[in-house]
């Protein structure tokens, strides 16, 4: 992207800018946005609200507003930013080609280093951001909690009692991550062998809650990846992507994580790094933007994403060697907003699904508009997710398709809600689960 | 209802270079809440402002004189599809791409299709008397809609127009269209639906002079053929966009023409082999054919993202939207050449070919106050140009704040005051969207502009 | 009945000259209005004179009707007054034509015949329908005339640039432009359209116009019932099929327009006209689907017409409603704007009315929406029947929710009948604007909707 800078006598002084410290979104990264318009309509919250300050331009302008000491960086500036679901449909959108991903990650870790927000609220961000998701041991404990909560009666007490509805938590509940009984961590270190004729060697990116609650995901792509001829190694030494940090302004930890990733993924010399879950996908291939150009972690990260695959973009590329049974199923697909928009990756998982025999394929009106998951924006805001939601639940049923096919583990807690809440009866699979479901030969 | 000083900065600017502050932003629901507030605006004596998506390129959301916006992005429904009268009745707020998507279903769609269509509203299309490229054969907004629901400036709800073609009496409907929000706000659109035609072809002819692709135009014409869209890029414009949107635009060309036939498959079939008869005889170096849906639309990505490509390499750019006769293309951009090295300033074209509406793009940053008003003076060049040239100020985006005292280079004072007292029986105090349009008071020195004589020797 | 004085047609005389001003009683009657008849009438030759007449006419409050070639003069309801007629067919000359910029500017007065010559040079067409021999461009645009081509291009909205006009009280102005496409200043062009000469005398016209088709063909199919010739048009909009004339015509107006030189349309079958055009591939293909879709219906015949007789059924159909309201001299003729879903039941509802009525009638459906119904009643003493039927007519659009309007009746029936529906939520809006243009009220006085 051609830079565009202003003489020195043109930028904006530090006596002006709202923005103070490093990790600032960049005059040269707004300067593209010509206000032209274009993303309003894609941006989920602006076709919520129809205001234009949560509108990807509003927000744009906002940012630039705050630079120029116009607005100071307080509560509407916060909240706007906050409602922001960082979904990335504006980028899709855009004609001027705004990295605006950038621009509100800049503004957030702004917000987390100049806004004081409620105790309540610090405590809690504190608490997950920078002692829980850095650290797999404690999530395994939290998730044992967790378990302890869905499994025995607890929770089918909580609900049938109503007391979750008198608390408002009903819906919360729904969108809480089912915890799997066996934990993913075991399977850290271990390397799966190809079957027959090893094509590629390949690194797994297993994530965090991913571990805790979505381990068939995790086994479904050794097993798919495998088949087709990659051998799978999970590499020790690996932790939370820091996705869910860097979107939530805590760069400082998600710089950490980097580079702890870094070195547990690149000396590996894998012919390719895989995630399954595209948030984490999109944020590792973004990693060397969390690094000044003079720190030596720019330069690995560079290098890592470059081997940086989603699993779908990776099986597409290499093509499907293991025979696929036939799958009697009628699928749609929701476009994970950080496979479609983030990676700019949309029809690498179309053409797997497409790829199965038997499945029929029918395209969701607006199947890249967030479903409302967005990282933790379910718990931030709650209501809003839960709108969204409704409307992508309604046009997921009117495919008509008995299953709904995604490629993220955030997406697919969501959908899986959504389809209880709503009663659509559908169910919710990754699209390296149909693939592995085609390998065994479920209808 | 936004009123917070905060709140009110997102309010201040549209889709083009213009600037002001409202006083507060209404989100009307429904009709009923428009009249209210009409009826409060008023009482507190304040200007009014309707604003769809704020996408417009003249300033028209703008409020130049502060008051109350009326903000319709919640007045977004489609009220009703009539499929087998090929009718749809909307709330202003509709995005122009969405009703299109909303009628796919029954094989129709709706027509104009502004290069803003993603996220611009009906009702700005309405007010603004919208293009888009395909209007070229289908007839710009004010042919596509049959019939409106106001609210006057004094609150009165009327209906002008219907849903037949033909209603007895003044075209009113006709009149509003394209009145920019000076004479009623729009609450209720009846639009004409079209049937998508059955096929379509897309060609790309690459040029290496421009007086070629402008003769091609008007051979093209000659032959009986109205292309659905004829549009023209130069050079420069090329260059910018490919490097974004990878359509195979040549790097080394003068000027392509993108094209487009619709219709019954034997009609584009002879249509699509004659234009590139014609492009090969008046030497194009290349013609292509878009070969399936994809690269279609790639094309026409590279069409209507190219103001957004050209953001890329410049913090701001000033889009300006003359008309001249389109044989007196080369010419005119000749002159944009000689006005480009005066005010030091890179200028990109972008033409409508098939109907002589010019978009240049004067590349400016907005951070140097020089550089702006270089710019707009360069801008104002241009738009005496294309009246000199036989032309006219604006073909789409509308005179809004942006033009309006250059309308005395068109119009008699006598013009005008015709044209203030036809606004004053809609808008008798000027509440409604004030400063547009027209020229702002006399006696300021810019306005004492003589209407241009034009080539043909004759008063505009 | 005109209230000048003999020294105001002296000044009159003043203004253009004596060789153009008529004030000899037989010279005046042809340009009568419903009766009415003028004191003068003067030959302008130029927009300046026009004004000078106009500002005079304020000045003494006389009453103001420009005419151009007196086809369309009917339309309308008598003039309150009327003292002087503007002739304009002295300003007939093409002012600008350049075919390559797709743009026609010319005076008021050129006919449209003269106008179409002109074109066919270039093979360029404006795509009005072929008006009778004297019909002047200015007046075909006052009275919204269109003509069968409507169904592809539209009508004077959709091509008509820009005007020059000068106002009631003689002011000078224009609208629009000269190029093919404009959004500069408010469009009031668009009002002239229609309007009957009350706002302004128009004194320039810029047209875009088309490119003649490299071929064309014409199809007349014959259905015995009017439901299957609707349902046939029906399936023609909702198929790909792209003709540039879709008109219907009844057993009646078949009978009448072979009398004036379509004697192919045997008399008793519902006519459906379609027209395409294109090279051969694309004829040959609107010939074929359109022949499948007869024969499912059960049309018939399916004629396929030559050049001849194509120019003649074309100039039928364009001039319809002045074919038919001069077979008596007690005819009417209604124009009636209604929806293409709607069309078989108003036909049916018409019929009832014309049928209970016991008066002959001719009806064309024009492009698919505007049913033009013609009743000639054989002889004057069914007069008081035509205008019972007229008034049932009216009632019935307007309860079917269609906009209709009687174009064209005896001038003694709109002392009795309004011929415009009455105005509707938007009727102050066309007073204000009436008296923008014409305060004095000297442009056509009454002869609008709602008495304007």
Partial sequence: MPAISAPESMRVTDRQTGFRGPDRPEETDYLHCIHCGLCLNHCPTYRLWGLEADSPRGRIRQIVLVDEGRLPLGDSFVRHIDQCLDCRACETACPAGVEYGKLVEAARTQIEQNYRRPLSSRIARNVVYRHLLPHPRRIAVVARLARLYQSSGLRTVARASGLLRLFGLADRDKLMPQIDKIFFFPQVGKTFPAAGKRRARVALFAGCISQVSFVALHEATIRVLTANGCEVVVPEGQLCCGALAAHAGVRDVARKLARVNIDAFLPGDFDAVITNAAGCGSTLKEYDQLFSKDDPAHEKASQLQQRMRDVTEFLDAIGVTAPLQELRMRVTYQDSCHLAHGQKIREAPRRLIRAIPGVELVEMPWSDNCCGSAGVYNVTQTQTSLELLGEKMRYARQTGAPSIVTSNPGCMLQLRAGAEIHKTGQEVLHVVELLDRALKGNS | MLSKPDDLLLYEYDGSVEQAHPDVIVFPGRKEHVVEIVKLANRYELPIVGRGAGTGLSGGAIARAGGVVLAFSRMNHILEVDSENQIAVVEPGVVNLDLSRAVEKYGLYFAPDPSSQKSCTIGGNVSENSGGPHTLAYGVTSSHVTGLELVMPDGKVVRVGGRTAEVPGYDLTGLVIGSEGTFALVTEIIAKLLRVPEDVRTLLAIYDSLEDATDSVVDITARGIIPAACEMLDGWTLRAVESYVHAGFPLDSAAVLLMEVEGVRETVEAEASDIVEVCRAHRAREVRRARDNRERALLWKGRKEAFGAVGRVSPSYYVLDGVIPRTKLTPTLLRIEEISTKYALVIGNIFHAGDGNLHPLILFDHRDPDQFHRARAAGTAIMQLCIEMGGTLTGEHGVGMEKNELMPLMFTEADLELMRKVRAAFNPVGRLNPGKVLPLGKGCGETRLQPLPTSVGERP | ?452
């Fill in chain 3, 1 to 452: 009945m005109s209230h000048a004085t003999v020294s105001v047609a002296e000044r009159l005389a003043d203004l253009v000259g004596p060789s153009r001003i008529l004030t000899d009683a037989t010279a005046i009657t042809t340009y009568e209005v419903d009766g009415c008849r003028p004191c003068a009438v003067l030959l302008p030759n130029s927009a300046a004179e026009i004004a000078e007449i106009l500002r005079f006419a304020s000045a003494e409050h006389l009453a103001v009707i420009p005419v151009g070639g007196k086809t369309h003069l009917h339309i309308g309801m008598p003039p309150h007054r009327y003292d002087v007629a503007i002739d304009i067919c002295g300003m007939n000359r093409v002012l600008a034509y350049e075919p390559r910029d797709l743009t026609l500017a010319v005076e008021p007065g050129i006919t449209y015949s003269d106008i179409d010559r002109r074109l066919q040079e270039n093979r360029q067409f404006l795509p009005l329908g072929a008006a009778g021999k004297s019909a002047t461009i200015a007046g075909m645009v006052a009275a919204a005339a269109d003509g069968p081509l409507r169904y592809a291009y539209g009508t004077c909205k959709d091509f008509l640039l820009g005007l020059e006009f000068v106002t009631g009280e003689g002011i000078v102005s224009k609208s629009g432009g000269s190029v093919v496409k404009n959004v500069t200043g408010y469009e009031l062009h668009k009002l002239f359209i229609g309007s009957l000469g009350t706002l302004g005398v128009i004194t320039r016209l810029n047209f875009r116009t088309f490119p003649l088709p490299l071929a064309r063909q014409m199809f007349v199919i014959s259905f015995e019932r009017h439901s299957d010739a609707i349902v046939f048009c029906r399936q023609i909009v909702n198929s790909h099929l792209q003709p540039k004339i879709l008109d219907v015509i009844d057993p009646g107006a078949a009978a009448l327009l072979a009398d004036r030189g379509a004697g192919f349309l045997n008399r008793q079958s519902w006519f459906v006209i379609v027209q395409a055009s294109g090279q051969e591939p694309v004829l040959k293909r609107h010939r074929q689907d359109l022949a499948s879709l007869a024969a499912t219906l059960g049309a018939r015949e399916f004629l396929t017409l030559d050049e001849t007789q194509r120019d003649q059924l074309f100039a039928c159909l364009s001039q319809f409603s002045a074919i038919a309201f001069e077979t008596t001299s007690v005819a009417a003729v209604l124009r009636i704007a209604a929806l293409p879903g709607a069309l078989t039941e108003i036909v049916e509802k018409v019929r009832k009315v014309t049928d209970q009525h016991e008066l002959a009638c001719a009806a064309l459906i024009r492009a698919h929406r505007i049913l033009y119904l013609a009743l000639m009643p054989e002889d004057a003493r069914l007069y008081p029947k035509l205008v019972s039927c007229c008034r049932e007519l009216m009632q019935l659009c307007l309860s079917s929710g269609a906009a209709a309007m009687i174009e064209r009746c005896p001038a003694k029936m709109k002392a009795i009948l309004d011929v415009w529906p009455s105005p509707g939520s938007e009727f102050e809006i066309a007073r204000r604007l009436k008296g923008v243009f014409d305060p004095h009220s000297v442009l056509s006085p009454g002869r609008f909707r709602g008495n304007i």
